[in-house]
Nanobody, 115 residues
């Protein structure tokens, strides 16, 4: 009933920028919080950012000041604008929401930061 499809990942040099998108289908998610997580090789999946239904945002300390989460409810899409990317940001990025007490995840999009 909820499908999350991510796009926008790729290879970028340190200091560069990328914007990730996560389009939701199956159900309108405008009233629910949306999240971004990331998982680097050999590490657990970590929370990155959250945007509430009202637009309030929170971030993990590692990305504060560099990443911006936003949403376009008309498009049922959440974004993660990433700037000043560093090699330690390299990971698979996943969008996520909780809808009717169930966790939904996107398929993930690879972000690689390297020279």
């Amino acid at each position: 009933q909820v499908q999350l499809v991510e796009s926008g990942g790729g290879l970028v040099q340190p200091g560069g920028s990328l914007r990730l998108s996560c389009a939701a289908s199956g159900s309108a998610l405008s009233i629910y919080s949306m999240n971004w997580y990331r998982q680097a090789p050999g590490k657990q999946r970590d929370w990155v950012a959250t945007i509430s239904s009202g637009g309030t945002t929170t971030y993990t300390d590692a990305v504060k000041g560099r990443f911006t989460i936003s949403r376009d409810n008309a498009k049922n899409t959440v974004y993660l604008q990433m700037t000043s990317l560093q090699p330690e940001d390299t990971a698979v990025y996943y969008c996520h929401t909780i809808y009717r007490l169930f966790n939904y995840w996107g398929q993930g999009t690879q972000v690689t930061v390297s020279s």
